[in-house]
């Protein structure tokens, strides 16, 4: 495995593999088996005959809160042991003065689906991931990445990304890894205070129960209600949205043929975890 700090490192790495399949893992450290099971994906699809290529920022740009971003894990030495360990092939590791021009001034703004969801809450944060994933896509090139659907919106944002501005890249959505107790893993869940850890599993509980509704004839905005509900019975635990929505537009679902996504957010005191599942009507 070979790991660039510049860009240019990253661009002489790449050169000889240029033709090949390269398959990209965007990622910002702290990496857990979610990560890893993008990167086993991301193997698969490379093969033999490609390469698997991540990269590891800590993007700035794409922090709301000051706070979050600088209480965000940073494992550089286990990241790499787990990049290795999943054939990871070339790691793309920038200090942001390297990745961003102090004087930059080009945005990227989407306009429809960050509109919703966490892009209603986090403002400027999805313009940050497109920056830098646009960047990250400029530099190395791939013909396929690969994304976690924890992250539903931001997957459904990149892939109206790269087709507006007619990127060539192929995006994967991986599906979500969880813990044993359902909780799904994420860089922050070791933030957790061992009573919002134990807590936690509540939010996949409460989504599984929604689908069986959901699935069963139950009215949207009961469904909705009925995860409020068991999240507000946890102390120390603010909603930050529940929402069902058409799992495509992200906005309102007009057609309950259509496939349908769940999407929750809450902050377990200062931690704020996100979920989701997608829906269908069997009624
Ligand atoms: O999902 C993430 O970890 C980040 O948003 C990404 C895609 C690596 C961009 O910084």
């Not at 709301?64 to 590791?93: H, I, K, R, W």
């Not at 813990?179 to 994420?186: Q, R, Y």
């Not at 509704?213 to 603010?238: H, M, N, Q, S, W």
């Amino acid at each position: 495995m070979q790991t660039a700090s510049t860009k240019q490192e990253l661009r002489n790495m790449l050169a000889e593999h240029r033709g090949k399949r390269i398959v990209m893992v965007p990622t910002m450290g702290a990496l857990h088996e979610g990560h890893a099971s993008l990167m086993r994906q991301a193997r698969t699809l490379a093969g033999t005959g490609g390469i698997v290529v991540a990269s590891i920022f800590l993007n700035p740009v794409q922090f709301d809160n000051a706070g979050d971003l600088a209480t965000y894990p940073q494992t550089p030495e286990a990241d790499l042991a787990v990049c290795e360990s999943c054939g990871v092939d070339v790691v793309f590791m920038p200090t942001p003065g390297l990745m961003y021009c102090a004087d930059r001034s080009i945005t990227m703004e989407e306009t429809y689906l960050s509109t919703v969801l966490c892009g209603a809450k986090r403002p400027g944060h999805f313009a940050g991931v497109c920056l830098v994933v646009s960047k990250l896509f400029n530099l190395v090139q791939p013909t396929d990445a690969v994304f976690g659907k924890k992250d539903y919106q931001q997957l459904a944002i990149l892939r109206r990304m790269v087709r507006d501005l007619d990127i060539p890249v192929t995006l994967h959505g991986a599906e979500i890894v969880r813990e044993a107790d359902g909780l799904a893993l994420s860089s922050r869940n070791v933030r957790l205070t061992p009573e919002h850890r134990a807590a936690a599993p509540a939010i996949r509980r409460a989504l599984l129960a929604a689908k069986a509704a959901y699935e069963t004839g139950t009215p949207a905005d009961e469904v909705c209600r009925r995860v409020v509900d068991t999240l507000f019975t946890i102390p120390g635990v603010k909603v930050d949205y529940v929402e069902l929505v058409d799992a495509e537009t992200l906005h309102a679902l007009q057609d309950e043929k259509r496939l349908a996504l769940l999407a929750v957010a809450a902050f377990f005191g200062d931690v704020r975890l996100i979920d989701n599942i997608e829906l269908t009507r069997n009624v």
